[in-house]
């Protein structure tokens, strides 16, 4: 479940919940919903969530153990 894995990134960071809510521009409240379960994480969030934490979606979605995040691809013109 995403719920674990971001309140593990946040832990990691030594960030409570409030702080967690600034960065990404919204809530305590808001923000606990996602790492309690009750509430699905936008997929805007879970980009910011990815950036911030230098991880991959994937990674908090437990699609992969792999923490690192994707190297970037270059955009084609």
């Known amino acids: 479940m995403a719920y674990k894995r971001i309140r593990n990134l946040r832990e990691d ?3 409570n919940q409030t702080k967690m809510g600034q960065i ?3 809530s305590q409240t808001g923000y606990s919903q996602y790492e309690i379960g ?3 994480i936008p997929t805007e969030i879970l980009r910011k969530l ?3 934490h230098n991880t991959s979606v994937d990674y908090i979605l ?3 153990d ?3 995040p994707y190297p970037k691809s270059k955009k084609h013109e």
């Open 50 to 52: 990815a950036i911030y």
């Open 13 to 15: 960071k030594d960030l």
């Open 38 to 40: 009750k509430n699905d």
């Open 66 to 68: 792999q923490k690192e």
């Open 24 to 26: 990404l521009g919204m």
């Open 62 to 64: 437990e699609l992969t």
